[in-house]
Structure formats: structure tokens, C-alpha cells
């Protein structure tokens, strides 16, 4: 809307409360103000819970704000929502396709809606499904689609017809590598060759790097606005590389790090550790050499976010009683392992090797495996054949005694909600066969370590995010297992979340526990000591994160990432065994 | 899709035709959904069939041991013939006492589900070929009471086939004529009554039930959501959730119309079309109620909850379709008033089994019709394109 002077979205002084269950009372969003000019792509970045869903609703006109001014397409949207809803196409983070209808359908269903002509359909509908690269799908039902190719379906019914402005609410959150590549390719294109109006709202930092102006929110708050470049620039002079002692893997170094009080923010990469310092000049005792480097948007980001929230707290902890160290030796061994669905091969003769005490990593597309594999090493799932070797037990015959050995963290949350945080953790320490004064001690523990005390007596389904899934881990730490599995830990966690996790997980590494992690986020392989990825189920590349690293492109403008790399190998192997890009998910 | 909106400026398509257009999309996207969702063509189709068979047929089970008295107030042969008979017969556990009396107070105090009259002259009369037997039958059971009216008489066929055997004239049909009377269901076939009565079931359950069921799934799954951000109107979505729900209901209502008319040969004495047209109002009650639900409850689990107690359970159970109104205790009958079902059995029990009693079945219907209009604007009302 050119002739339009008005900017796109134009928000002053928006507050809205919520009331939780319990009649507590919760500020989603506390005078925000913010700008969106037409044209190009801004992105609305921040941890879970910062209020981007909220604010994101009211301006499709599905809340209305409890203070504030907010005007979409230079409507008081409070007033007239339906004349915003008729111009701008809104994509939820949970878009709700009728999983019971075709492609096709969904798409005739909302050109209906927007009283989208047959003519122009005959113009259009090419062109989405030649975007979207559903033109083969087209008669399949929606639930049948994968992961990815929902979200592109779900884009592709907002874009029925071409909107004034485009919200769309994390739509890449639980969608694999690829998939968010593809995604980004035709948002970008929008903005590129059509000059649409986005609002992205995403937890992905390397993200919000890619748009033109960002809104940086916490805890409902704008903490700040600008150009990527201008956050970016709040972590310069203090980004740095450090490179750890020969032979120890970069996360123990960037656990110490992350701990010092000199340091904003420390995450490994490439086998060395990035980090941020509180200030240009502040000391680093930890007595390692840094390389100064240019900052990264998420520098930035992280810089604001730990002036803003209180996560000075280390997540560094113990388990607690001296675990048995068998450095060296074999923790699980997995030869040949082959899952049969029916006619459908889950897993396809995969075979590892994890010793104790490593991070070891599996990662994936959807629907490659990955918890297949996982339910199997835990014991939930005979396996068709091959051999799987837990604790030195094989698990075809003695699945009782593996289990005491291993704690298992699965994808949901698997906890009893309306049981408190107390009352869980009694009930898996009697699962586990704890009693008397062991019992007490570890729940104890799990308490402290967790710091789960001061929410002890709060329903666990009502705990947020990240509490939650520190009461999953203590659950499943309890009875002091050797090997701990945890599938998809950091899914739709926020980067302060995620950090928390890997110290913790870093921490009960060096005291000899065995971590087998399944994750989307590609350069948390980092954490890993070794690494494999699965596709198809299949693997189809095994090593240390610096050899996987390796099958990365050459890239002029950016070091080869683990992002990079994985997509590389995925798409390789797809291409020599010419298998379809896309599988239902069954 | 290509081209900014100042470079091609959508075509404005009058209101009214935009309008036209996004409901039926709707009614499609729901009609396929029905379609293609095995649960509601469970709940659609093949629940009414099934209850169809089950009121229709295997309610009919066998009785046995049914408690009954047998008045006997003047000891003769022919009598205690008739009484040998009832006492033989497993299908009865029959006391024998002397005064009516007697029996009427073990049938109020339902010890017993029937009396079988045998009057002081029962044996002169049989010599002159004409007894009369009186049987009362407690008729809150209507399907019991049928049965042991079928066993009464055949059991006193067999006495009077004794009769016969032992050379006594039998004149006309028998030396016996039975006169029943079943006391608060005069009418006492269950199927005249069930039959008609599952319409009433099969409606409450497609209309409320299962409409409040679908629209809470819609807000579950977040369908909705994205629905609400496109330029239809709340309303437009209320109109494409109660065309299909009435379809399907109706649906429901002709397989029980043909299985009263063809399988249970239930009269119906009143006009079809005005059949057609209450049971039209009623599925607009229950749909009207079922989206009210969904637009309270969103979680399909509470909306069907809700549902069925509010709705199915009490068309079950208070709407006079299984138990009779009158026999209820007073708060109970008060509170029927507030049913739908209950007015809606009224006119069918009426259309069916009486005619188009105008007495009836105006005031009747201008209570659901009112109901209609309430549920209506309240959902109108409830339902905003809001997620708070």
C-alpha cells in the first residue's frame, strides 16, 4: 500500500493480562510500541513466553489489548477487526489445516473464503504449487503430509490471494533443516519479487539475522528495536574465539565460561568456544587465549537478553554420589539394528558405538528414525533385528535389568500434571525402587540440583517451560542411571533454555554419565562428542563434529556450519538413492 | 499471489455473493469432513441403525419368573385350572389372593408387574362361553408389560384349550375372553412407543452431541484460528457447522420414520409433513444447543461431557420416552419443563400414535420454537472470532 503514508503496523503503549487457572494473574504484554513500515521483512525475536504469540494475535484481531493503540494497515484494529482480517494473510504457529482434506481442498477451501475468482485461480494456484513443490501431493490429505510440507501448505492458504501483510507466528518451530530452508526460500522470494509485508516471529536467532529490522522482546517487553545490524553491534568489541586445551572437547571449556562472571555468553563452535564478554575490558581469568572476532546477531541478542533477565545462575551441576567411572569402555553398542513396521522399514541396519562418558548425538529430518531408534535402546520396543548392547546388557534378552541402568527423557512431557513437582518426583523414585533414607536424599538432590524447591508444591502442568523440563531431567536422573537418552530435549526451547540444558548435560559428562541426544538444532551437534545422522533410516554420516563439519560446502561469506553440512549430506544421499524428498508421516 | 495489492486490485465481489460463497465452502469442507470421518458416520448413521434394532428387537427379551397375582375370588375347577397353569408356566411367579384389594396393593407397592382377574362368576360364565378375564398390567415397563400380556394370554389359551379337550362347548373364539388393561400406557406396544421414541435420541445425539463435539475440535486443533483471520463472518461459520449437523440429522429421522413404518409397522396416524416439520424445529434445538456448548466449552472433552448430560442423557431419561412424566416425583416433572426432548416426544407420540391434534402440538412447538430462537441468539452472541 504505497499511497498508504501510514506504516503497516503502528503499536503504542499495548499491554494485555492474562488470568492463568489458578486466578493468577499474567502480563503477556506491558506497553509495547513498535513500528512495521510496508514492504521487507521484520522479525519479532525472543525467548518463550516473551508475549511474540500475544502480540502477534492482536494484530490479526484475535485478542483485543487491555491498554494501547494498535493500528494494522491503518485500521484501529480494536475497532474494526474484520477490515484488517479481510487484508492480511496470518499464519498461526500451529496452522489448523483440515487434516481430513486434500491439499487441493485446503487450498479451495480458503480461496473460497477470500472470494478468490476461477480465473485468478487458474493463475495462482500454479504458481503456489510450483512454490511449495506440493503439485504432486495435491490429492493427498493434509494429515498425511510431513512436518515441513504442512507448514508450506499452511503458507500457501494464506497466500491464496496476495495479502497487504503477512504474519506469520514461528512457522518453522519443530520443522527440520531442510524443511526451514525451503520455508525461508519462499518467504524470501515474497519479499524479494513481490515486495510483500512479512512479520516473522521466530526463537531462531540466524533468523531474524536474515530480516531487515528486528523487534527484540522479553518477558513482554521490547527490549529493543532496529536493523539486525544495530543489535549485532551491542556485542561489539566483546566476541571472542577460545580454543580449548588439546584433546578435551570445547563444552567443558565453554561450561567454565559460561560460569565466570566476566562472560555474557558462551556456546562452542567449530571445536573452539565463542563467547561474549560482559564489557570490552572485562577479565577473563580462565586463563585461555582469545581471538577477537566480529560479533553475530546473536551476540547481540544474548547480551541484551542477560542485561534484561536474571541468568546469571549456573546450570552446572552434579550427580550427586562419585559415578563409576569406566572411561573408555563401551556404553551402548548398536549393530545392524533394523525396525519393520509392517512393510515400512523405521530403521534400516544402523549401527554405533557410544563409550561412556561421551555426548553423543543423533540427528535427523522427520520421520528419519530417530525415536524409533531411541524407543528400541531404551527397552520400549523390540527390535526386528540386530544386536543392542545397554550397560553391557544385551537388551533382546535381558530388558529388565538395562532399564535400572538407563533414564530416559522421551519428546513430550511425560509427567503427571496435575501431580505437584514433589509429588512426581516421589512417584518415579518409587518407580525406580528407591526407598527409605535413599529415597529422601535423591529427591533432595534432584531438588537442588534442579532448583526446583521454591515451585515444589505447584501442579507440574503448570509449571513453564523450561521448569518443566528440568523436573523431566531430575525424574529421569533419580536412581543414578549410567546412560541417560534424551529425545528432542531442547524442541521449541528458547536459546537461554537451551544453554541451561547443555551445562547440565556438559556437568553430568564429566562425571561419567553416557548422554544419547536426538536434536533439530543443528549446532548443538557441537555439544557432541560424536555425532551420526540418520535419514530414511539410514545412517549416513558418523564422526565427531568436526568430520561432519567437513562435508559442508565451500561458503564464501560464512564458515561451513553444522546447518550447512547436514543439509549437504541429507540431500546428497537423497539424490544417489533418488528417493522421494518428502515421506508421509505413518 | 503475483503482484502487490496497488498492482492488482482485488476484484470487490458484491457482499452478498462473497457471502454465498464462504458458506457453502464451509457446508463442502464439513459435508467431506463428515464423509470422510469414520466417528461421524458412526454417530450419524450407524447408531441410529443400531438402535433402531436394539430398541426394536432385543428390548423384546424373554421374561421369566415375572411376579404376578392371581385374584381368585371364588375357588372353582375352571379356576384353579387357570391357576395350575400360571404356575407351571416358567415364565411367571404367581401368588394366588382372594380379593382385588389385595392384589392392588402388591402392583402399587410393585412386587408384582400384573394382576390376572378371575371374577366370582368366572365359572358359570366359562360354562356359558362367556368369561371374562381381567388383567391389569404396571405399565411404567411398557416392553415388560407387553410381554406378560402376550404370556397371560397365551397361558390362558392353554387353560381354555383344556377346556375344550375335556368337552366343555367353547362358543365364539373360546369359552375365555381376556380383557386387558394396562394402567398408565394404554397403548402398551413398546415399539409404537420406542420407535418414534429413538428419533428423539438419534436427533439430540447428532444435533447437540456431536455438533459440539466438531466445533470444539475445530478450536482444539486450531483450525479455527487460521479460519478466523480470512474475511467470513462468525455467523458464516455458525451457518456452515448447522447445514451439514441438520442433514446428517435428518438423515437419522427418515431411517427411523421408514424403520417404524416398514420393520415395526407403527402407525402414524397424523401428517407426515407435520412429522417432517416439528422434527425440522427440534434438530434446530439441538444444533442450536450444541454449537451454545461448543461456544462455552472449547475442549472436545468437556463440550461432549456437557453434551451428554445436559442433552442426550435427559432425552433418555426425562423427555417421557422411556419413563412416563407423570409417574415422576413432582420436582422432577417441574424440571422437564425445560427440556426440549420432553416437548418433542410429546408431538411425536402424538403424530404417531394420535394424529395432528392441534391442541397439542401448537403450543408444543411454539415452546421449542422459542427455544430455537434463544439458543441461536445466545451462540450469536458467545461466539466471537476471539480466542480469549
Known amino acids: ?586 | 499471489m503475483s503482484g502487490n495489492a496497488p498492482s492488482s486490485p482485488a476484484p470487490e465481489p458484491s457482499r452478498h455473493g462473497g457471502r454465498v460463497r464462504r458458506v457453502r465452502a464451509l457446508i463442502v469442507k464439513e459435508s467431506r469432513q463428515i464423509m470422510r470421518d469414520p466417528s461421524s458416520i458412526a454417530l450419524g448413521i450407524v447408531m441410529p441403525v443400531m438402535l433402531i434394532l436394539l430398541f426394536g428387537y432385543a428390548l423384546s427379551l424373554d421374561v421369566r419368573n415375572a411376579p404376578i397375582a392371581l385374584v381368585i375370588e371364588q375357588p372353582s375347577k375352571m379356576a384353579s385350572e387357570v391357576a395350575a397353569g400360571f404356575r407351571l408356566s416358567p415364565y411367571f411367579d404367581a401368588q394366588t389372593v382372594t380379593s382385588m384389594a389385595a392384589a392392588e396393593k402388591l402392583m402399587l407397592a410393585h412386587e408384582v408387574d400384573g394382576i390376572v382377574h378371575l371374577r366370582g362368576d368366572f365359572a358359570r360364565n366359562v360354562n356359558d362361553g362367556d368369561a371374562i378375564v381381567q388383567v391389569l398390567l404396571h405399565g411404567t415397563d411398557a416392553n415388560t408389560a407387553r410381554i406378560i400380556e402376550r404370556y397371560v394370554l397365551g397361558a390362558i389359551g392353554m387353560a381354555s384349550q383344556r377346556l375344550r379337550d375335556e368337552g366343555i362347548p367353547v362358543v365364539g373364539n373360546g369359552p375365555v375372553r381376556l380383557e386387558s388393561r394396562i394402567w398408565y400406557n394404554e397403548n402398551g406396544n413398546s415399539q409404537y412407543f420406542l420407535v418414534p421414541g429413538l428419533i428423539v435420541l438419534i436427533m439430540t445425539l447428532t444435533g447437540a452431541f456431536l455438533t459440539a463435539l466438531v466445533m470444539a475440535r475445530e478450536w482444539e486443533r486450531g483450525t479455527l484460528e487460521a479460519i478466523f483471520v480470512t474475511p467470513v463472518r462468525a455467523s458464516e461459520i455458525l451457518l456452515g457447522k448447522i447445514v451439514p449437523y441438520f442433514g446428517l440429522g435428518m438423515v437419522g429421522f427418515a431411517l427411523c420414520v421408514v424403520a417404524a413404518q416398514v420393520l415395526f409397522h407403527v402407525p402414524l396416524r397424523g401428517s407426515f409433513i407435520v412429522l417432517t416439520s416439528v422434527s425440522m424445529l427440534y434438530m434446530l434445538v439441538s444444533v442450536g444447543f450444541g454449537l451454545f456448548v461448543s461456544s462455552v466449552a472449547k475442549s472436545q472433552f468437556v463440550a461432549s461431557q456437557i453434551a451428554l448430560i445436559a442433552s442426550f442423557l435427559p432425552a433418555m431419561l426425562l423427555s417421557g420416552f422411556l419413563f412416563d412424566i407423570r409417574s415422576m416425583p413432582v420436582a422432577l416433572q417441574i424440571f422437564t419443563h425445560i427440556l426440549p426432548a420432553r416437548y418433542f416426544v410429546t408431538l411425536l407420540q402424538t403424530i404417531f400414535l394420535a394424529g395432528d391434534i392441534w391442541s397439542v402440538i401448537l403450543p408444543a412447538t411454539a415452546v421449542l420454537a422459542l427455544m430455537a430462537s434463544l439458543l441461536f441468539a445466545a451462540t450469536l452472541r458467545a461466539t466471537r472470532k476471539k480466542l480469549a
Open chain 1, 1 to 586: 500500500m504505497t499511497e498508504n503514508p501510514r506504516p503497516a503496523i503502528e503499536g503504542h503503549g499495548i499491554g494485555k493480562l492474562f488470568k492463568r487457572s489458578g486466578g493468577e494473574i499474567v502480563t503477556a504484554l506491558d506497553d509495547v510500541s513498535l513500528t512495521v513500515e510496508h514492504g521487507g521483512l521484520a522479525a519479532l525475536v525472543g525467548p518463550d513466553g516473551a508475549g511474540k504469540t500475544t502480540l502477534i494475535r492482536l494484530m490479526a484481531g484475535l485478542l483485543t489489548a487491555d491498554t494501547g493503540t494498535l493500528t494494522v494497515l491503518g485500521i484501529d484494529i480494536a475497532q474494526d477487526p474484520q477490515s484488517v482480517q479481510d487484508r492480511i494473510g496470518y499464519m498461526p504457529q500451529k496452522f489448523g489445516l483440515y487434516e481430513d482434506l486434500s491439499v487441493q481442498e485446503n487450498l479451495d477451501l480458503y480461496a473460497d473464503l477470500h472470494g478468490v475468482t476461477v480465473e485468478e485461480r487458474k493463475r495462482t494456484y500454479p504458481q503456489l504449487m510450483d512454490m511449495t513443490a506440493l503439485g504432486p501431493f495435491a490429492k493427498r490429505q493434509a494429515g498425511r503430509l510431513s512436518g515441513g510440507m504442512k507448514q508450506k501448505l499452511g503458507l500457501a492458504c494464506t497466500l491464496v490471494r496476495a495479502p497487504d501483510l503477512l504474519l506469520l507466528d514461528e512457522p518453522t518451530v519443530g520443522v527440520d533443516p531442510l524443511s526451514r530452508r525451503e520455508l525461508w526460500e519462499i518467504i524470501l522470494h515474497l519479499v524479494r519479487e513481490q515486495g510483500l509485508t512479512v512479520l516473522i516471529s521466530t526463537s531462531y536467532l540466524d533468523e531474524a539475522e536474515r530480516c531487515a529490522r528486528t523487534v527484540v522482546m522479553h518477558d513482554g517487553k521490547v527490549l529493543a528495536k532496529g536493523p539486525p545490524d544495530s543489535i549485532t553491534k551491542i556485542a561489539a568489541g566483546r566476541a571472542f574465539l577460545a580454543s580449548p586445551p588439546d584433546g578435551q572437547p570445547a563444552r567443558q571449556l565453554q561450561a567454565r565460561l559460561l560460569d565466570d562472571p566476566g562472560v555474557t555468553d558462551a556456546v562452542p563452535q567449530g571445536g573452539r568456544v565463542r563467547l561474549v564478554k560482559t564489557s570490552a575490558d572485562a577479565d577473563v581469568p580462565a586463563a585461555v587465549e582469545l581471538v577477537a572476532v566480529e560479533p553475530r546477531f546473536e551476540d547481540g541478542f544474548m547480551a541484551l537478553l542477560h542485561k534484561a533477565a536474571d541468568t546469571g545462575k549456573s546450570a552446572s551441576m552434579s550427580l550427586g554420589q562419585t559415578a563409576k567411572r569406566h572411561n573408555g569402555e563401551t556404553a551402548v553398542e548398536v549393530d545392524n539394528l533394523v525396525r519393520k513396521f509392517g512393510t515400512f522399514t523405521a530403521v534400516d541396519h544402523v549401527s554405533f558405538a557410544v563409550k561412556t562418558g561421551e555426548i553423543f548425538g543423533l540427528l535427523g529430518p522427520n520421520g528419519a528414525g530417530k525415536t524409533t531408534t531411541f524407543r528400541m535402546l531404551c527397552g520400549l520396543l523390540p527390535a526386528s533385528d540386530g544386536t543392542l548392547r545397554v550397560a553391557g546388557v544385551d537388551l533382546r534378552k535381558a530388558r529388565a535389568s538395562a532399564r535400572q541402568r538407563v533414564g530416559y527423557v522421551a519428546q513430550k512431557f511425560s509427567l503427571y500434571g496435575q501431580l505437584s513437582v514433589i509429588q512426581n518426583l516421589e512417584f518415579f523414585a518409587g518407580a525406580y525402587g528407591l526407598s527409605g533414607r535413599r529415597r529422601k536424599e535423591r529427591i533432595a538432590w534432584a531438588m537442588e540440583q534442579f532448583e526446583l524447591a521454591e515451585l515444589a508444591k505447584l501442579p507440574s502442568g503448570q509449571l513453564p517451560g523450561g521448569y518443566r523440563q528440568r523436573l523431566a531431567m531430575a525424574a529421569a536422573l533419580l536412581h543414578e542411571p549410567e546412560i541417560l537418552f534424551l529425545d528432542e530435549p531442547t524442541s521449541g526451547a528458547d536459546p537461554l533454555a537451551r544453554r541451561e540444558f547443555w551445562q547440565r548435560i556438559t556437568s553430568l559428562a564429566e562425571e561419567g554419565v553416557t548422554a544419547i541426544v536426538t536434536t533439530h538444532f543443528m549446532e548443538e551437534a557441537e555439544y557432541c562428542d560424536r555425532v551420526i545422522i540418520l535419514d530414511a533410516g539410514q545412517v549416513l554420516a558418523q564422526g565427531t563434529p568436526a568430520e561432519i563439519r567437513a562435508h559442508a560446502p565451500e561458503s564464501e561469506d560464512h564458515e561451513p556450519t553444522m546447518e550447512d553440512a547436514f543439509i549437504a549430506v541429507v540431500e546428497e544421499a537423497r539424490r544417489e538413492h533418488g528417493r522421494p524428498g518428502e515421506r508421509s508421516a505413518a
